[in-house]
């Protein structure tokens, strides 16, 4: 048993990099267990809570949500890929949507940007005119 097993809740969030409200909520979804209370009153976390977590908080960080990460967590023994390949390719296609939304975004902003450091003189914005013409 290494360091790593006999973590505090307090100590388990530092190295994490979360919070300790994190981690109980995380045990709240399911994400998480919750160890049993062990010589005490004391919760000892170990290092598979610490690669559990670092599962969680990779997924999150491609945009997965809490409830997509339950769903790849219950497929995380490596056998079920098909299905966690389903999951992912479900998460690009909704990516893929976003980024072509932020891209026309940024196009129409950018325009209307331009369009405001042309105007000279007693003009009216284009930027606020075109926000009270849009739909």
Same mark, same amino acid.
């Given at each position: ?5 006999? #973590? ?7 190295? @994490? ?22 010589? $005490? ?11 559990? #977590?670092?599962?969680?908080?990779? @997924? ?33 296609? $909704? ?6 939304? #932020? ?15 042309? $105007?000279? $003189?007693?003009?009216?914005?284009? #930027? ?8």
């Amino acid at each position: 048993m290494d360091q790593t097993d006999k #973590l505090t809740i307090g100590q388990f969030a530092a190295l @994490a990099a979360v919070s300790v409200e994190t981690i109980r909520f995380y045990q709240r979804k399911g994400l998480l267990p919750e160890p049993p209370r062990r010589g $005490g009153s004391i919760r000892r976390y170990g290092s598979a809570d610490v690669e559990r #977590l670092r599962f969680v908080k990779s @997924a999150q960080n491609l945009g997965f949500s809490l409830d997509e990460v339950a769903e790849l967590l219950k497929l995380e023994d490596g056998a079920h890929c098909k299905e966690a390949s389903s999951l992912a390719e479900a998460k690009l296609v $909704g990516i893929r949507k976003k980024l072509s939304e #932020l891209s026309r975004m940024e196009a129409v902003l950018s325009s209307l940007v331009n369009a405001c450091h042309v $105007g000279r $003189g007693k003009v009216s914005c284009p #930027l606020i005119g075109a926000f009270h013409s849009a739909n």
